[in-house]
Structures are given as C-alpha cells and as structure tokens.
C-alpha cells in the first residue's frame, strides 16, 4: 500500500543554518504531497502542498519541490528560526482513490537553537 | 468560523469506562476524518465521513470504536470498555471532497488509567 518514509529525527540546528528534512514516498496511484507542522501543544498545521510532478510548494520560507523520478518531496528552509522548532509531518493523498485519507510519515522533530 | 474545533481537550478515564469526544469541522466541508496519533508516531487514520455517510474505516478501528455524524455537520467518536492502549491523541480533520487536503483540529487528548 501507499506509505511516507521520513529522515528520523531529532534534527538540532542552529539560528539561521540550512534546513533539509528528507521525505520519499511509495504510491500506486498520482499523490498529492503535504507536509504538516506541529508546535508544541498545538494541532497540525498544513505548511505547504504540491499537487503534481515538478510543482514546487511554498510557505514561510520553506520549500519543497515534487519529484516524481525519485518520488520525494523533501522540506527545505534557507535560515531556520528558533521559531520553527517544531514536529514535521510529510504525508501524501492518493487522488485516484476517491476520498482516501492523508497518509503521514512519522514525523522529524527539529529543535533550533539560538 | 474559526477552524476545527474538538471536545474535550484532555480526557482521563479508566480502563473499562465509555467515552465520547466531538467534533466541529470548517462548516463549509463535507468530509471529516478521525486519526489517532501515538507518541512518536505520525498520526493514523481511523475513519472518514462524506456528509453523514461513514464511506471508510480502518482495520484500527475495533469493534469497541464507534463514530456518527448524524446530521453531516459534527461527528463524535466513542470508545467503549477503554484500554490502557487506547491512550492516545485523537485527532478530527474536515476538508472538502473537491480538494485533497485537510485541516485539523488540535486534538483529544485521552489517558486511560
């Protein structure tokens, strides 16, 4: 069946240092790709979204891009903030099965220090 | 409309007990998901609604768990005789079956003791 696979976490950074989450994914169908975020104590929030292949989805300075060729759509951020500790969710939606539910990933947690 | 909304929040029960959560989804969306979500885990789905038809349900959701949203608008999920494996955050997410995504709402948190 459909599945997300996430780098394992922590991921401990630095203010202002490059972030990279790697998130690939297995799909019998043409999935559109989402990462979530969870702050501490909150509920998911949807981050960004890409739809289909080559698309790039965008959202408070992280990026991900949909790769078809090596079915990933890893989560990018140029400097990130102490704000942005956090846990990231990629998941994925099967859009040729009528009303499949999102499938996530496990999560990453990345903690970023000042 | 400020979002999904869940109740209660926190719940602590003991093992053998009933219990039920609600939620409120985006009034504008005609689905509305459950997921559970374990500490450490991303979270799994449970069940889904189209209106007030429950269209799917996962191999996680025994016999114990029931959900209904009788009038399409709210839902409610209800654990009968909990386990301690029940404990974990139950989550309710709406969307509209035009898109894929879904919104979520922050959760219930359940303690089985």
């Known amino acids: 069946g459909d599945s997300v696979t996430q780098m394992e976490g922590p991921v401990t950074l630095s203010e202002e240092a490059f972030l990279t989450i790697n998130c690939t994914y297995t799909a019998t169908g043409y999935p559109s790709l989402f990462w979530y975020v969870q702050y501490p104590g909150e509920g998911l929030q949807l981050l960004l979204k890409a739809t289909k292949a080559d698309d790039k989805g965008s959202n408070k300075g992280f990026e991900a891009t949909y790769r078809k060729e090596t079915t990933s759509f890893h989560l990018e951020k140029g400097s990130v903030q102490v704000s942005d500790s956090a846990v990231y969710f990629c998941a994925l939606s099967d859009r040729d099965q009528a009303g499949t539910a999102l499938i996530f990933g496990k999560g990453t947690t990345l903690s970023v220090s000042s | 409309d400020t979002g999904v909304s869940q109740d209660p929040r926190h719940k602590i029960t003991k093992r053998g007990q009933n219990v039920t959560f609600r939620c409120d989804p985006i009034s504008e969306h005609n689905r509305l998901y459950w997921y559970r979500q374990t500490l450490g885990q991303g979270p799994e789905f449970l069940t889904y609604?189209?209106?007030?038809?429950?269209?799917?349900k996962s191999r996680l959701l025994s016999d114990r768990f029931s959900a209904e949203r009788p009038k399409g608008s709210f839902s409610t999920l209800e654990i009968q005789r909990t386990e301690q494996g029940d404990s974990a955050m139950y989550l309710c997410?709406?969307?509209?079956?035009?898109?894929?995504?879904?919104?979520f709402g922050q959760g219930t948190r359940l303690t089985v003791v």
């Open positions: 609604f189209q209106n007030e038809a429950q269209l799917e």
């Open positions: 997410a709406s969307g509209h079956s035009m898109d894929t995504e879904a919104f």
